[in-house]
């Protein structure tokens, strides 16, 4: 059987053999996959309650959901938050789905001052279209005009209008904990992003939706996926370059006037096989070396265009991380000799004199389980290090050492640097927000990780 991974945009005849319905198949697959899981993450992530504690539908179990309503995270993530991997110890979330079907919303954000923060929003196709916060809108005062791709009005004087790719947009905030002190002046600020309809709008604050689905509903049945994917097709539509490719799946029963209940058997066999195979190629990520032994799992920018291979990627294995200009995300999980990191080795990585991470924002470290990808509790309660981390001791010609082990080092200027690490096998996660263009253009020399001397 003849596979084709082609992602160009072709008009073909309906398929005339099994080959060809399989082909179909698994290009209509790749395309909707990223459309699947964010209708599965709206379903994760939207309120099922509002402020007054009802349901959105008829009980826990609906599949209804509040949408223009705001989650906050009032702590930063640490060992006990086990619903996120990777998590990040440096900012508060916040999350809200947009439905804009009804008119535009407006997003009002408070002075940050000198505090770091962003608002990534995602279109339904998880292209990370937009950005508002201290790289692209800065951290003054604002009022910003969300609306989607049709609302043709007037945009009110003092708002900045963002025209919105779909009319289902996630919006992903990101605001910066300088330790434990300011915890409840960051919590505070959270309260003052408020979004509310455009005055005259038929927009509500708080919008019904139906998700179409749980959390826990992986792609794996056929008309399920279809059912899903058909309906999100067709209220969210593919940008115009996309148009006749979609239009090549009406042939394996996907496409947004498809009816997944109507799938003939062969239909349902080719998207089944489909979706096996693509799930575990796609579990593959290829990472970006960089040198050093560290790697780049994810390089995203404003929009995937026709890559739906790697977007499908990204949606399964990092759905909803920031474009490398917003943040990058290296990682390592061996020392300089290519050995799997383990906690109980200890070791030192060495930012020489003028090779420190360049930011315009700031940068951490942090040590996760490797198994569970976790953050492991430790005695010192310190689950990462960075530029802002008080207490640091720099070389004298200004370069860094970091200790990362699960015991506390003896030499005292690495105690004042230890990262704690788990027990066992780990890996690092360094975070670059609003890297510099040393990273950007992947000439920054970054350090091994180097076993540390026996005592």
Not at 189 to 218: M, N
Not at 360 to 372: H, I, M, N, P, Q
């Amino acid at each position: 059987m003849k596979m084709t991974t082609t992602t160009d945009t072709l008009d073909r005849p309906l398929p005339t053999s099994s080959d060809e319905l399989m082909s179909i198949a698994r290009d209509a697959v790749l395309f909707a996959l990223p459309l699947y899981e964010m209708a599965r993450m709206r379903s994760a992530t939207c309120c099922r309650r509002d402020r007054a504690g009802r349901f959105a539908g008829d009980s826990p179990e609906s599949t209804f959901r509040w949408a223009n309503e705001w989650i906050h995270t009032r702590q930063l993530l640490g060992p006990q938050n086990r619903e996120v991997v990777t998590p990040n110890n440096d900012t508060l979330y916040s999350s809200i789905w947009l439905d804009l079907t009804a008119g535009p919303l407006v997003l009002s954000v408070p002075d940050v001052g000198e505090r770091y923060y962003v608002m990534g929003l995602l279109d339904f196709h998880t292209n990370p279209f937009g950005y508002i916060g201290s790289r692209t809108t800065g951290t003054s005062k604002g009022t910003f005009l969300l609306h989607g791709p049709d609302w043709q009005g007037e945009t009110p004087p003092g708002m900045q209008a963002l025209r919105c790719p779909t009319n289902a947009v996630w919006m992903i905030g990101r605001l910066l904990v300088d330790g434990p002190d300011d915890l409840a002046r960051a919590v505070a600020l959270q309260d003052q992003f408020v979004i509310a309809p455009l005055e005259g709008s038929r927009a509500t604050t708080l919008s019904l939706i139906d998700a179409g689905l749980q959390p826990r509903e992986h792609a794996s049945d056929p008309v399920r996926f279809a059912r899903v994917v058909n309906r999100a097709l067709a209220e969210n539509p593919p940008p115009s370059e996309a148009k006749h490719h979609v239009e090549r799946f009406v042939a394996c029963g996907i496409g947004p006037h498809c009816d997944a209940d109507a799938m003939t058997q062969a239909q349902r066999d080719a998207v089944e096989l489909a979706i096996g195979q693509l799930r575990e190629e796609l579990a593959k990520p290829q990472p970006s070396a960089l040198g050093g032994g560290w790697f780049l799992p994810v390089d995203i920018g404003d929009s995937f265009g026709t890559r739906y291979f790697e977007r499908a990627q990204v949606a399964l294995n990092y759905i909803g991380a920031l474009g490398i200009e917003e943040a990058m995300y290296v990682i390592a999980d061996c020392d300089a000799a290519g050995q799997p990191l383990d906690g109980d080795t200890g070791y030192v990585l060495h930012f020489s004199a003028g090779g420190l991470p360049q930011t315009d924002a700031f940068w951490s470290l942090t040590a996760y389980d490797k198994v569970s990808c976790l953050l492991v509790e430790n005695t010192a309660g310190r689950y990462s290090v960075g530029d802002r981390t008080p207490g640091m001791r720099y070389d004298g010609d200004g370069g860094l050492r970091i200790a990362i082990s699960s015991q506390r080092p003896v030499d005292p200027v690495l105690q004042a640097n230890w990262l704690p690490a788990p027990a066992g096998p780990f890996y690092l996660t360094l975070r670059l927000y609003e890297p510099r263009t040393a990273h950007l253009s992947r000439e920054f020399q970054y350090p091994s990780v180097e076993r540390m001397a026996p005592r």
